[in-house]
């Protein structure tokens, strides 16, 4: 029997992650800063952040659907070209789609690699013991477990969405009438969207959210602990995610609060120092076009250093801020963990403190 945990003990036990991850993190990153150390933390922070668990989340864009004759003139001329050439537009649209998959899969796999490398990183040893047989054993596992519920959460979407697809086959066979038809007409159309979104595509985003956060914050370390697969490590914890789950709810929502406000700062304290690094390139861009009076391809000799070097300016000045946030929150998770569950960890081990460690 699982013992549960009150919504006093909880935030009692968060307040004391918060301070802790704050110690740990200033004692992983600042107080013995080492410019390779960072650089090298922060590499690992952006494998561990490839591919991660997330339901697109699309931009609907402007309100305003195409109601001008230039648009629907233009989207009659589209669903023509498409009438035309069938086959061409299946077999580039297959190859788009076997390309796209394959490249999120790849980033995926990569990613789930080195969340459990990263997390090891930042607890107790230098990365080349970290990314060993084990790591490669138990990354392997977390692919494949996400790779499942991210595939049944797809197709639970897919499924909701046929009655909406066959209303509207049913009520435009021609879809390129939507364009031009009245809006009463499509207020069923709305009405069935918005019993998609609300009774499916919602409570499905939050268990899907809820999964993501428990996995990353809960299960990855219970793996790396007790060396066992993701599946098998869910099954250990459920009976504790169980008997707490509100408690793990108000957890989740309190993390992501959190979170979120110091990922917001951050991004703004980024934005402020990129911008003037972005300036003063483009001022040379702007310079090399006004010498050369207008487009010349010798101007690449200039511009291709520029927009690398903007690159990978901007990717270390995001990594400046956003690495103590990733180190923070995983130190944060994991102190949970192990004051909820202490008997899944071996605490002696896996609690040194960065400088008993040599992370070069």
Request: hydrophobic share 55%; proline share 4%.
């Amino acid at each position: 029997m699982e013992n549960k945990i009150g919504v006093g003990n909880l935030f009692s036990l968060f307040g004391q992650s918060i301070t802790y991850g704050i110690n740990r993190t200033n004692e992983a990153l600042i107080k013995s800063f080492s410019l390779k150390r960072y650089v090298y933390l922060g590499w690992l922070f952006f494998l561990a952040s490839l591919g991660q668990m997330g339901i697109p989340n699309f931009n609907s864009g402007s309100n305003n659907f195409g109601r001008s004759s230039q648009s629907s003139a233009f989207f009659k001329e589209s669903f023509d070209f498409i009438k035309d050439n069938v086959a061409l537009v299946i077999v580039i649209s297959i190859i788009i789609f076997i390309i796209f998959i394959s490249f999120m899969l790849l980033l995926k796999y990569i990613g789930a690699r080195y969340r459990m490398v990263w997390l090891r990183t930042l607890l107790k040893a230098p990365f080349f013991e970290s990314y060993d047989k084990s790591s490669i054993h138990l990354g392997n596992s977390l692919f494949v477990f996400e790779l499942v519920v991210q595939s049944i959460i797809i197709a639970i979407l897919l499924i909701s969405s046929i009655p909406l697809i066959i209303y509207l086959i049913a009520l435009f066979p021609d879809i390129s009438e939507i364009l031009d038809s009245p809006g009463e007409e499509i207020i069923p159309v709305i009405i069935l969207l918005l019993f998609v979104i609300f009774f499916v595509v919602i409570p499905v985003s939050i268990i899907f959210s809820m999964i993501n956060t428990l996995t990353n914050d809960f299960v990855i370390p219970v793996m790396d602990s007790k060396g066992m697969r993701c599946y098998e490590t869910w099954k250990l914890l459920y009976p504790f995610f169980k008997a707490n789950f509100w408690s793990l709810f108000l957890y989740i929502i309190s993390i992501g609060f959190c979170m979120g406000i110091l990922n917001g700062l951050l991004s703004v304290l980024s934005f402020f120092i990129i911008l003037p690094v972005g300036l003063f390139l483009a001022g040379f861009a702007i310079l090399g076009w006004i010498i050369a009076g207008g487009w010349n391809p010798a101007l690449l000799i200039l511009y291709i250093p520029l927009g690398l070097f903007l690159a990978v300016s901007v990717w270390f000045i995001i990594l400046l801020f956003m690495l103590p946030a990733g180190a923070l929150r995983r130190y944060i998770s994991y102190d949970m963990i192990t004051k909820m569950k202490p008997d899944l960890f071996d605490l002696n081990d896996s609690l040194l403190l960065p400088e008993d460690k040599d992370f070069s």
